[in-house]
């Protein structure tokens, strides 16, 4: 064993630093302990006697003489050093395998394994073995560590024991001259190290490293060490040639090595740039810094990898890059100085040549076979390594390439030894050969990709048109529906009639030479009998859309030489005035009687369709397609699509696109249908929502960007199971997401295919399983086509390199109309196929490792968006055209929105900063930037903070200036920095006033922390707020990713404004000193020369006047005024206290302990006061990758206020995302964002003279070009940035403002709920910072598909915005505005005073209790109200509800047996109650009821007072807003209604506006008319039977239930509650519905239905179900915001399954719920409604053996997130305690605070309370039995312990687990 | 720019830097430095880089040849024609 305690030796001082290659070797060790990486091994086969004795002391004394044998790495505190052990064991093993049969092979295996053992850094670091293999022959296996050793030092190791060995048998005992020191070099090195010059030149070199290379288009991020060597042995003759070349003039140099490491570079990098198709390339190289004689002899590592970057270009040789090379191989040299290397260098190398010039020699006279050993790993940035050696000296050179084996699969290891073969065969041949000239594929790679990968659909016939199938069709199936669009069809028979009608009178006026003829159509019946009647008249239909511009139809029509034009038989069409126009026939009335079969007549060759595509040359360009061309698609994709079915593909898409042929064609050919749904002029297309909504087909082809439209659905119960994705690149996450919504059993095909190669040509099928790039793949060819990826000489690429996608076979294009030089640059001899052509796509693709070709983008300015091909020289063209404009560029650009959370963050051995923080880089030791820049200035740093005794002088000085209150207003957050600091502050003797802003997710811990410490201490505090605080986390989240930031500013501008007002001269904040450097103490500040402590304030002061300049919405929302005059920081200073205090953690602690008993909040779960903090902390580390505390916490790491592992614990956080989901949603952020995909976004540059309005740009570009092609930003320039060449420079183009444009409109702020929800969803899907509400959509960069999104968006909000009214008020204002309007169709005429109502079926419902009773059934609900409402405008609020509200003031009375509704005849003045107002010591609980009860008594419903307020303080100190309404006038949606309105109302009191009349819906007295009639429409008659089967009593008891006798011993008792764990209930709301399978209210139905069952054993279980009541079949009526009890109560009767198991429970009352008609409310109008007594008694009764069940739903949602009124408790109904029970019991659930609640009511004659209090623990426990069942999970995991509240024992969950079909785990 | 004070120059920091004061090193100057792998191609570059800064000069590397810098004498015969 080594001795590991270090030794000094020979007077060398020990614990040695690394040098710099060890220390990457090191680093390199440390990142991958357990890989055997840096193990360099041999095995050296010697011939002749051995005597293995005398080896094993030879060897021994070689250990002893060689110091890097008994060197040891040691690394205290991550710092390594290097150890020298006196001694150490040399571990020397003697091995006989020489008894094997094959010795020789029995020892590579054992080598092989034994030099993959990894060291140990501390312990030996080398492993030697003799290995005895015959009488006369040994090997010597010998690894060693690469830290102590390189190829070199191995070679002198074996002289020097060959030397040892020899001597020993010699007898001799002196053992030679000393073998020379490492710690020689080690110094020299220290000396050396990185010299001026040199250091620069890497610095330079580094900034110009380019990209990794991707050697056959892939370079993985993430690979293993592993790593496999396949050897090439050069040979002879190569070796010799390659001699003669290094000698020749140009090529020798000052060595023969470095000419033959100069010849070696050339060919590597013509590999990579073959290989790869990068130009710009870069490899690492060693260098062996090895300058002295005695370093030569020197064992240890000396080389360091050093970068050689060069450039190649167009049309290079092997000499011409050759020359390059060398030229940089010489500043190579001259700067690869020992010590000079560093990490930083290499990046961008993936590729290493170590040329080895070392060899062995004999052993002791003997000759030797020495062979290098591979260890199976290498670093892993080393994709691949070239090592070039001759070890054994034979004069020839064997190649080793040690490829990475996650970065090349074993068929590209040996394809790229070929390839690099055979440009060295090139080179060698002829060294003036372009390397572009080089074949690089074998004959089988060739054959391939040009046959092989082509082969599979070749000879399928598909007939040579389309029209003889559909008219074979017609004749199959006359009758079947062909055609459907809005209410009309088509058949068969039908459609095949119409269009040889038209074709007949067609044919009768066309010309001969008319070869096509255009059909004009929106999408309708008409456009398919247009295109079929065209077809039968032989000639060729062109699309044109109606509503393109004017000047681009009659461009279209002229460069397509038509004469004639179809259009529908009516409406109106813009068209040239010369043109034929006729109509199409829409009935059969015009039609004649006969079907004309044309079919048969067309030829292959015949074109059947053209279609303009845009064109670069600025002019569009018309695709014609063959008909046998169309026949090969439609054929092929009717079996690959249809197979044999009859589907229905909906027609939704633009005519003009080649998209739509696969929904009209495929269809028709094979006996399905096409679902057209038209478009609706001037609106934008909504058509695709429709067309999920209305399921009424199989299959849909859509472009991706389509498919994105689609969010938060759940379609898997849509008919809709395959998708057909075309027209751009279809993405993974998209795919992935697609079958999240259409279920996993969706196929998405990806089909690819320009217009020119007919509809689709390549296709794909996503496999999630494989398809695992960012991309779908498009897959192979389909039948009939050939697809090839190519390089300019169009030659095959190797597999896996980007080339030019070019394609032939059937489906290629007659070429472009009347345009035959496009034809012929675009349409290409085909290479492999004598007389065929091949079209150039424009497109790059490569075939991945599954041999299917991957899309990779445009090769030229073509781009698509959304599926649209847009030459951005045809927009460029029109723009230019404007007579202002100059010069014009339109660029595509995409916004990256999401960050880059990459997998492999490290983090800084000092401070623990992530590798992923911006800027963030790492020194060898792992020590981070930031780290080394601070030992810089630290001194300086130091000497900005001070005394205690400066901060009193201050204070002194401030005290002299006045006589104030308070000598400073102090930032209290209620953590332990603040606390602390304010208790110093008081203990100076200042007046101190406190302030906190409550920003509403202040925790009660820390609150608690606040109220004790203020008492304490004494001192004022004052709580800050603002109602527009979640408008600013919102806008803090979309800045900075963070809520931090928003709360800041507003606490500034809070504070500032509170101390001007009360004359404070200071506020003083707690910020830490880590804060201070992480904001304000950059590195700059202090390394800026002539540096001046005063400076730092100065610049502080500047920064801060420029903080409160930003444009964001806390300036927007806050007052601040006060900023508009820098002067406010004169007149308030900020002064940090922790500037002038250094107290650390626990001085901190202790003193709070002993001064105010301060305790950390526990219920933050961090150190943190707040609990919005999560939602910060979240979202950045979504968006940006990191946590937003890391760089603060790095700066307390390094100011050593906190350890590295403490920052690193607390940055470890677990986030419940539930509960930030919960929030996000509570501010109002909308959550889909952080999910969606960057957009393409087209950008228009341009130069003008003068300054041009885009607003007329876009007007100009508008009537020029479709709206696809309109640019949404226009960014004028002065000029437009050129590159070197002349050309523009792209990259150079400034990213269009991501934030508002600059728009002629002032911003203004969004002012009522409703601008501020559109304002919200324009940020959101136009992707800017804010929106005015007079910013136009289209100059913020909107267009058609956006408006959609705002419309689907919209929608979800319940705003019903039509994309016509988008389209016409494109402003908010506008639209908010005609929003109004629109609701205002919905109103109605409020009920006059004194009129008279029917009471609705509820009423009835309550009338059937005691009169005293009915009086009193309220709800109640406690509010708190935003900070800084005061009590009158609250009541102001109240007021105009009051006024809006009918049912507030309606009056009941009871009069002659019958109970009366009207309205009040008098207005009514809200009063608001000041309840206990003044001390009252009575417990909250007390005073709440006292509250409640004060108000129950307003209450007054003879009066029509239904509603009561009052307002008490809590204990807090806050006020609260309690409400008490009577059941009679609200229910649970009038709630919501209601709190809208007074928030609303209550925000424009406090603004001093006047509240907006918010129009009401649908009247009490017009609805309940409508009940009336209906409850006697036979329609509700109808229902009769099923309401008394429900009921259970046939026929009806014709009396209520009710005991009347009130003094019956059946009296309510309390309700008992109990709830479902927060986790239970996320998985009951959030994952069950996602099942598709059952709703929640199914579900808890299911479970209380079950309970029950099991508590009685009756069958049927009968419930009674409340639901909302407000939608009447039939009725146009809207009461959506109307006040009133509108619920409907009604019997469900469910019968208890045969069989026991969960499913059948879950699936018997689905369908029991789901067969309720009417949504139950026809029940209580039959009941309580209806003229026919008989029929009202018939439905009486029943009540008293059924349940009451009624959900609630989520109470936490009753009031909105912004609303100035927060909800503090569910809402709660009071009802008389003489009220009756009519049912067995009343079960109330609701959700609330995250937890499923339940209350269960009954009487106490029913049960005993602890049998209710068992059914609620069943209850329970079905509900989440019936969740697991839902969700499919295995039983076998559950236990007794699942089911807590049923007391299960094991019994008990056997039979659990039996109904869920398992058996149970771990009972 | 004298021919004998380059030499010697060159000679001393020959032996002194890239020798290790070997004294078993009697270096002439028409001593083949490079085919006698006395110094190699690193060695040259300590060379040039040496002669840089003495001299305030600046070698091409186009003029890094054999024929340049074969031995000493080579050396500052090329050194003293392209600098005068």
New interface residues.
């Given amino acids: 064993m080594a001795n590991l305690q270090p030794q000094v030796e020979g007077g060398r001082s020990n614990g040695l630093p690394l040098t710099q290659g060890q220390q990457l070797i090191w680093s390199g060790q440390q990142l991958h302990p357990e890989s055997p990486l840096y193990n360099m091994a041999f095995m050296f086969t010697l011939s002749g006697s051995l005597d293995a004795d005398v080896f094993g002391r030879a060897f021994g004394t070689l250990v002893s003489r060689c110091e890097a044998l008994r060197t040891v790495i040691v690394s205290e505190q991550g710092v390594p050093a290097q150890h020298l052990l006196e001694s150490v064991a040399d571990g020397h093993q003697l091995l006989d395998f020489s008894f094997e049969t094959d010795p020789d092979h029995a020892a590579h295996s054992w080598a092989v394994t034994q030099c993959a053992e990894p060291f140990d850094l501390a312990k030996r670091l080398f492993d030697s073995a003799l290995i005895k293999l015959g009488e006369r022959r040994h090997a010597w296996f010998f690894s060693q560590h690469h830290v102590v050793c390189d190829a070199w030092s191995i070679t002198i190791i074996f002289r020097e024991l060959s030397e040892i060995y020899a001597r020993l048998i010699e007898g001799a005992r002196q053992s030679g001259p000393a073998m020379p020191s490492f710690a020689d070099y080690v110094a020299y090195e220290s000396q050396a190290r990185i ?1 001026g ?1 040199a250091a620069g030149y890497w610095d330079q070199v580094r900034s110009q490293a380019p990209a990794p290379v991707a050697l056959y288009g892939r370079n993985p991020g993430r690979v293993s060490t592993r790593s496999e060597r396949v050897v090439f042995e050069l040979g002879e003759e190569r070796t010799a040639r390659l001699r003669e070349l290094a000698q020749l003039p140009g090529i ?4 023969v ?2 000419a033959l490491f100069n010849l070696f570079a050339t060919l590597v990098f013509s590999f990579l740039y073959r290989v790869s198709g990068q130009r710009d390339l870069a490899i690492g190289a060693p ?8 370093f030569k002899q020197t064992v240890g590592l000396f080389t360091e990898v050093y970068p050689l970057h060069v450039a190649l270009t167009d049309g290079d040789t092997f000499f011409d890059l050759h020359a390059k090379v060398s ?1 940089q191989t ?2 190579f ?2 700067n ?1 100085l020992p010590g000079a290397s560093h990490p930083g260098n290499n990046a961008g190398c993936n590729t290493v040549l170590n040329y080895i010039n070392a060899a062995f020699g004999d052993f002791a006279g003997e000759p030797v076979q020495p062979l290098w050993l591979h260890s199976g790993h290498k670093d892993r940035e080393h994709h691949l390594r070239l090592q070039v050696q001759d070890f054994a000296a034979t004069g020839r050179f064997t190649l080793y390439f040690d490829f990475n084996c996650d970065a090349f699969n074993r068929t590209q290891r040996q394809a790229a030894v070929a390839h690099f073969g055979r440009l060295l065969d090139a080179m060698l041949g002829d060294p003036a050969c372009p390397i572009d000239d080089v074949p690089l594929l074998g004959p089988a790679e060739l054959s391939w990709q040009v046959d092989d990968f082509n082969q599979p659909g070749q000879g399928r016939s598909h007939g040579n048109n389309v029209l003889a199938r559909i008219e074979q069709q017609a004749l199959a199936t006359p009758a079947a529906t062909a055609l459907s669009c809005a209410g009309q069809s088509l058949t068969y028979r039908e459609l095949n009639l119409l269009a040889s009608h038209l074709a007949r009178n067609l044919g009768s006026n066309l010309t001969d030479n008319e070869r096509v003829v255009a059909v004009c159509t929106r999408r309708s019946i008409e456009t398919v009998v247009g295109m079929l009647g065209v077809m039968k008249t032989g000639r060729a239909y062109l699309p044109l859309d109606p509503d393109w511009p004017a000047e681009r139809l009659a461009l279209v029509i002229e460069d397509a030489g038509v004469s004639t034009v179809l259009v529908p038989a009516t409406g109106e069409v813009r068209l040239p005035q010369h043109l034929r126009i006729l109509p199409i026939p829409t009935g059969l009335s015009d039609a004649g009687a006969e079907a004309r079969d044309a079919g048969s007549a067309l030829q292959a060759g015949d074109l059947a369709y053209v279609m303009y595509t845009s064109g670069s040359t600025g002019k569009p360009k018309g695709v014609m397609i063959r008909h046998a061309s169309l026949a090969n698609y439609v054929g092929w994709a009717c079996d690959h699509y249809v197979r044999g079915r009859v589907l229905t593909f909906p027609l939704f898409t633009p005519l003009t696109f080649d998209l739509t042929v696969t929904s009209i064609f495929v269809p028709l050919a094979s006996g399905g249908a096409i679902a057209i749904y038209p478009p609706s002029p001037g609106q934008a297309d909504l058509a695709l929502l429709d067309v999920l909504d209305d399921n009424c087909v199989d299959i849909v082809k859509l472009t991706p960007s389509h498919l994105a439209l689609i969010q938060g659905r759940d379609l898997r119960a849509s008919r809709i199971r395959q998708l057909i994705l075309g027209g751009e690149d279809f993405t993974v996450a998209l795919a992935r997401r697609a079958r999240e919504i259409f279920g996993e059993d969706t196929l998405l095909h990806n089909e690819y295919g320009p217009t020119e190669g007919t509809v689709g040509c390549i296709v794909h099928t996503f496999d999630p399983v494989s398809d695992i790039e960012s991309s779908v793949p498009v897959g192979v060819p389909i039948d009939n086509m050939r697809a090839y990826v190519l390089d300019r000489k169009l030659r095959p690429l190797p597999r896996g390199v980007a080339g030019e996608l070019y394609i032939g076979g059937v489906g290629l294009a007659d070429g472009y109309l009347n345009r035959p030089e496009l034809s012929a640059e675009r349409f290409v001899p085909n290479p492999f196929r004598v007389g065929e052509l091949l079209y150039r796509t424009g497109d790059l693709a490569r075939f991945n490792e599954r041999s299917e070709l991957d899309y990779l983008g445009r090769d030229d300015d073509q781009v698509k968006i959304r599926g649209a091909r847009i030459e951005l020289g045809e927009i460029e063209k029109v723009i230019t055209s404007h007579p202002a404009v100059a010069n014009c560029v339109v660029s595509v650009f995409e916004r990256d929105v999401s960050g880059d959370p990459s997998e492999d963050v490290v983090c800084c051995s000092r401070c623990g900063l992530p590798s992923n923080y911006p800027g963030a880089s790492f020194d060898e030791q792992m020590v981070c930037n930031q780290c080394r820049a601070f030992e810089r200035y630290q001194d300086k740093a130091t000497n900005y903070f001070q005394s205690m005794d400066d901060l009193h002088a201050i204070f002194d000085a401030g005290r002299a200036d006045g006589n104030r209150d308070y000598d400073c207003l102090a930032l209290l957050s209620g953590g332990k920095d603040s606390t602390y600091m304010l208790c110093r502050l008081v203990d100076m003797g200042l007046s101190v006033l406190a302030f906190t802003l409550d920003n509403g997710y202040i925790s009660d811990g820390a609150k608690a922390n606040i109220g004790r410490v203020v008492k304490t201490l004494g001192v004022d505090h004052v709580f800050g707020s603002t109602p527009a605080m979640n408008e600013i986390f919102v806008d803090s989240l979309r800045r900075h990713a963070n809520v931090c930031q928003g709360c800041f500013k507003t606490i500034y501008t809070l504070s500032v404004n509170l101390a001007l007002e009360r004359d404070i001269p200071f506020i003083v904040t707690g910020l830490s000193r880590g804060q201070f450097f992480e904001t304000r103490l950059t590195e700059e500040v202090f390394t800026t020369p002539g540096f001046d402590g005063r400076d730092i304030d100065e610049s502080t002061m500047l920064a801060r006047k420029a903080y409160h300049r930003v444009d964001d919405a806390a300036n927007r929302l806050l007052d601040v005024e006060v900023f508009k005059d820098d002067d406010v920081f004169e007149k308030v200073r900020f002064i940090d206290f922790y500037r002038y205090c250094a107290a650390d953690l626990q001085a901190m602690l202790d003193y709070l302990d002993r001064r105010v008993a301060w305790v950390r909040p526990a219920d933050t779960g961090r150190s943190t006061n707040c609990l919005i903090n999560d939602v910060g902390i979240f979202m950045h580390q979504r968006q940006r990758g990191y946590h937003n505390y890391a760089l603060p916490y790095s700066w307390d790491v390094r100011m050593g206020h906190k350890t590295r592992e403490a920052a690193l614990a607390e940055l470890d956080d677990e986030i419940d995302v539930a509960n930030v989901e919960r929030i996000l949603q509570e501010i109002g952020y909308d959550i889909d964002v952080v999910a969606r995909p960057g957009e393409k976004r087209l950008a228009a540059y341009f130069t003008a003279h003068g300054k041009v309005a885009t607003e007329d740009l876009r007007a100009w570009v508008k009537s020029e070009l479709p709206d696809f092609m309109l640019p949404s930003h226009f960014v004028q320039l002065e000029r437009i940035p050129l590159s070197s060449n002349g050309k523009v420079d792209r990259d150079r183009l400034p990213p269009p403002d991501a934030g508002r444009p600059s728009l002629e409109a002032a911003f203004e702020a969004p002012r009522t709920p409703v601008e501020r929800q559109l304002a919200e969803i324009w940020c959101n899907v136009l992707r800017v910072d804010q929106v005015g509400i007079r910013d136009n959509f289209f100059e913020l960069g909107g267009d058609s598909i956006m408006a959609i999104q705002i419309v689907a968006r919209a929608r979800r909000f319940g705003l019903h915005v039509l994309p016509s009214q988008l389209v016409d008020k494109p402003t908010i204002a506008a639209l908010a505005a005609s929003l109004g309007s629109t609701a205002a169709d919905a109103q109605d005429a409020p009920m006059a005073a004194g009129d008279d109502l029917v009471p609705m079926p509820m009423a009835h419902w309550l009338f059937e209790q005691p009169r005293h009773v009915v009086a009193h059934w309220n709800h109640v609900l406690r509010l708190r109200p935003a900070a800084g409402l005061l009590p009158q405008q609250i009541e102001q609020g109240l007021q105009v509800v009051l006024d809006r509200h009918e049912a507030l003031t309606m009056r009941y009375r009871h009069d002659a047996g019958r109970w009366l509704a009207g309205r009040r005849k008098t207005a009514l003045r809200v009063e608001l109650r000041e309840l206990n107002a003044g001390g009252d010591d009575r417990p909250q609980e007390d005073r709440l009821r006292s509250a409640a009860e004060t108000l129950h008594r307003d209450i007054d419903i003879g009066e029509g007072r239904l509603l009561a307020a009052g307002l008490l303080s809590s204990d807090s100190g806050m006020s609260e807003l309690m409400l008490v309404i009577h059941h009679l006038a609200v229910d649970v949606v009038s709630w919501a209604v209601l709190l809208e309105d007074l928030s609303v109302a209550c925000a424009q009191i406090q603004e001093g506006l006047q509240p907006t009349p918010v129009p009401q819906t649908a009247s009490l007295q017009r609805w309940a008319a409508a009940l009336q009639a209906h409850a006697n429409s036979e329609h509700a008659r109808a229902e009769l039977g099923y309401w008394q089967d429900a009921l259970g009593v046939a026929g009806g008891t014709g009396v209520a239930d009710l005991p009347q006798d009130a003094t019956a011993d059946n009296t309510p008792m309390e309700p008992l509650r109990r709830s479902l764990t927060a986790e239970d209930t996320r998985a009951l709301l959030q994952e069950v519905p996602r099942t598709g399978r059952i709703s929640v209210v199914e579900l808890l139905t299911a479970a209380l239905a079950r309970t029950l069952a099991d508590a009685d054993g009756t069958s049927p279980v009968r419930l009674f179900l409340e639901g909302h009541g407000r939608q009447l079949t039939g009725s146009p009526l809207d009461v959506s915001r109307t006040l009133g009890w509108f619920t409907s109560l009604y019997p469900v009767s469910i019968p208890v399954p045969g069989d026991d198991r969960a499913a059948s429970w879950l699936r018997d009352v689905k369908e029991a719920l789901r067969r309720v008609p009417s949504g139950g409310t026809v029940f209580g109008l039959l009941r309580y409604l209806s003229d026919d007594k008989a029929t009202r008694l018939g439905l009486v009764g029943g009540d008293a053996g059924a349940v009451l069940f009624n959900y609630l739903g989520n109470t936490d949602q009753l009031s909105a997130p912004d609303s100035m009124f927060k909800v503090l408790q569910p809402l709660a109904l009071h009802r008389h305690p003489d009220a009756l029970l009519r049912y067995r019991g009343e079960v109330n659930a609701m959700v609330t605070g995250g937890h499923l609640v339940v209350d269960w009511s009954h009487g106490s004659r029913a049960r005993s309370s602890a049998d209710i209090e068992r059914d609620l623990g069943c209850f329970l426990d079905n509900v989440r039995m019936l969740v697991y069942a839902a969700l499919g999970s295995d039983s076998s995991s559950l236990s007794e312990s699942d089911f807590p509240l049923a007391n299960l024992d094991k019994n008990g969950l056997d039979k659990l687990a039996s109904l869920l079909g398992g058996k149970p785990g771990k009972a | 720019m004298e021919q004998i004070e380059v030499q010697n120059n060159l000679i001393d920091f020959v032996v002194s ?4 004061d ?1 004294t078993d090193v009697d270096l002439q100057p028409q001593d083949d430095l ?1 085919s006698s792998q ?1 110094v ?7 060379i ?2 040496f002669l840089e800064e003495r001299y305030g000069i600046r070698i091409p ?2 003029d ?3 024929e340049n ?1 074969i031995d000493v004498q080579t050396i500052s015969t090329y050194l003293v024609r392209s600098n005068g």
Avoid at chain 2, 17 to 20: D, K
């Fill in positions: 010299k010059v020798r140099t000052l060595s090595d470095l260098a062996h810094n090895r300058p002295t004689p005695a030229a010489m500043m040299l001259r690869a | 830097e890239l020798l290790n070997r490079l006395l190699d191609s690193l060695g040259v570059m300590r040039i880089a590397p186009s890094v040849t054999i810098f």
